[in-house]
């Protein structure tokens, strides 16, 4: 039995949170989905800053693009569109018989535009007409900015992958601007079925945090409750997704056929050694989700990963788990909305030396034109 495989029985959607040509080429993506059930894929400016930045699989297409005269950014979006559009014909087969349930992959708006509310519209607007495929989605931020902007594009028929989300806090705006935006679609006449989002929902880095205040009280309290708080946070922002979804709230627009928008678990690699290495992964199986693994724990769960309905387990100790953080005087809110911060500028960072990378290359290329 494959973990992998099996996982879809439990209600749960394992995607790639990884992406480079060479696995589109070599038949490495089509025997993830074939032999171990893979249904999805993600990326990030991280992931094409390691798959560009630091293989060789973009030359030749680079060489051309540095002759036809394309800039930086234009050179970078060329490439990764080129890759978006490989990937999702490889899922399109699974996208058309799971009738657009699954067989997604994302592309993200530059993390410059994470404060910037009509930018970040225009270049997912523009990006997802480029792209020209059913089953991609635009991957935008929960952040202030962002959150107008989900209502937007969702309003537009856009599918969304909302990222970078951390908290109950996040989840509830971004829930409600899905709502928002179906609404508008519904209302201008469009067919809400058609539309998909999932809510990303970071999970490890919550763990990492917290475990650094944890150690820094030097009490035994406070280390009994480490390596839990993640778990916790992800289990109580999902029994709040079954109140929104399966309740009146959401029931016009299921009945006007519209999918639920599910969440996905994201930064689910395990991040102390101390701890299993498919933590993130065994505690978080349930109905209406989406696991996305990087390569390192894929080959884990595929090898010892275990299988349960545990995403619904003790969720009652989960939140008070969280009301003994805030006794001990670590505050949730502000660790997570701190963890935005960082992301947005982490994959900020990714970005620049992205494009410093190509920039380089450009000019090494036209040196030896």
């Not at 922002?237 to 029931?251: A, L, M, N, S, W």
């Not at 805030?326 to 911060?341: F, K, M, N, R, S």
Request: hydrophobic fraction near 45%.
């Amino acid at each position: 039995m494959n973990p992998l495989v099996e996982l879809y029985a439990y209600g749960q959607s394992f995607w790639y949170d990884n992406i480079r040509r060479k696995f589109l080429q070599d038949g490495t993506l089509l025997r993830l989905i074939a032999e171990d059930g893979l249904r999805g894929m993600t990326s990030n400016p991280s992931i094409f800053e390691k798959a560009i930045g630091q293989s060789d699989d973009y030359d030749e297409q680079m060489a051309e693009l540095v002759s036809a005269g394309l800039d930086t950014k234009g050179i970078y979006e060329t490439l990764a569109i080129t890759d978006i559009q490989m990937a999702c014909d490889h899922f399109a087969d699974l996208y058309a018989r799971s009738q657009g349930g699954d067989g997604y992959v994302s592309l993200e708006v530059s993390p410059y535009l994470a404060h910037d509310t009509v930018g970040t519209i225009m270049e997912a607007q523009r990006l997802f007409a480029a792209l020209d495929r059913q089953n991609v989605m635009i991957k935008v931020p929960a952040t202030a900015a962002g959150i107008p902007a989900i209502r937007t594009l969702i309003g537009a028929g856009i599918n969304v992958n909302i990222t970078l989300m951390f908290s109950m806090q996040h989840y509830l705006a971004v829930a409600q601007a899905y709502i928002d935006g179906l609404n508008q679609f519904l209302e201008n006449g469009g067919n809400p079925a058609r539309i998909a989002s999932v809510a990303s929902f970071f999970v490890s880095r919550v763990d990492t945090a917290v475990d650094a205040r944890l150690a820094a009280l030097d009490d035994p309290a406070a280390v009994s409750l480490m390596g839990k708080a993640a778990i916790a946070n992800s289990r109580v922002v999902y029994k709040q997704f079954r109140e929104i979804f399966h309740g009146p709230t959401f029931d016009p627009l299921r009945a006007a056929g519209a999918p639920v928008q599910r969440l996905l678990w994201a930064s689910t690699s395990t991040k102390n050694p101390a701890y299993p290495d498919t933590l993130y992964v065994d505690e978080l199986i349930g109905a209406e989700t989406v696991n996305t693994m990087p390569p390192q724990t894929i080959e884990a769960f595929r090898h010892h990963g275990k299988l349960s309905y545990s995403l619904e387990r003790d969720v009652d100790q989960a939140q008070l788990l969280l009301d003994n953080l805030a006794e001990l005087g670590i505050d949730l809110d502000e660790i997570t909305e701190q963890l935005q911060v960082d992301g947005v500028r982490a994959f900020a960072n990714s970005f620049e030396l992205l494009l410093n990378t190509i920039s380089r290359e450009a000019y090494r290329m036209q040196g030896s034109a």
